[in-house]
């Protein structure tokens, strides 16, 4: 088992441009969770999938968007990156006995 | 709505001796509570838990946690802290909205353990 896994680990993007983060997962997991890591910030919810083909907003979604078209995959998409964006990026899913796994992480900075 | 505290940004313990981190919760239903260690430049890994049952739970690498329900709080403890414990640690509660489980992180306390 990879476990999760997120392609790419790092970016750099200039402000404007767009970008798709990439998580996979081969545990069959159903909840899978996009976040952001910020110093002194701890971890926040961009968006959230219960299941295949279904997506939910969390708590700082304004400016991302995801799509869950086949249950191993979950991608976060950048149409337009701002520098408020420069963040670590976090993907995880849930098993059953409601223990998240992550992912390693992907470092983006935009300029 | 539902929240968690961890009231120390960081904790400092000499290697060998006990460990406590902080974590207080709200929530309207009965929690489901969480720790997760982050090593630097890892993502997070799972500690421990309490959904129901006994209040003290054991986890991972010989941490254990106290669920306090009159307190709300379920506080992380080891009885002997080793350097390698050095971290970022991580309290979470889970929630159901509308069906929903939905997570909710404490903003994270380091652990820096001095040999």
């Known amino acids: 088992n990879a476990g999760v896994t997120q392609t790419p680990k790092f970016r750099v993007l200039k402000t404007g441009q767009s970008m798709t983060l990439l998580c996979a997962q081969d545990?069959?997991?159903?909840?899978m969770y996009w976040y952001r890591q910020d110093p002194g910030m701890g971890l926040r919810l961009i968006h959230y999938s219960v299941g295949e083909g279904t997506t939910a907003k969390g708590e700082v979604p304004d400016g991302y968007n995801v799509s869950r078209l086949k249950k191993q995959n979950f991608l976060l998409g950048l149409e337009s990156a701002a520098p408020s964006q420069t963040s670590v990026y976090f993907c995880a899913s849930t098993t059953q006995s409601y223990e998240q796994y992550f992912g390693p992480g992907t470092r983006l900075t935009v300029t | 709505a539902q929240s968690v505290a961890q009231p120390e940004d960081q904790v400092n313990v000499a290697e060998g001796n006990p460990l406590t981190v902080k974590c207080t919760y709200s929530?309207?239903?009965?929690?489901?509570l969480f720790w997760y260690v982050q090593y630097p430049n890892r993502g997070l890994q799972f500690l421990l838990k309490?959904?129901?049952?006994?209040?003290l739970v054991k986890g991972s690498y010989g941490f254990e946690a106290e669920f306090n329900k009159s307190q709300t709080s379920f506080h992380l403890k080891k009885p002997s802290a080793l350097v390698s414990d050095s971290a970022l640690y991580f309290c979470a509660v889970r929630d159901w909205t509308g069906g929903r489980s939905i997570p909710t992180f404490g903003r994270g306390t380091s652990l820096i353990v001095h040999p």
């Open positions: 929530v309207s239903g009965n929690p489901y």
């Open positions: 309490y959904i129901t049952g006994d209040n």
């Open positions: 545990m069959n997991h159903e909840y």
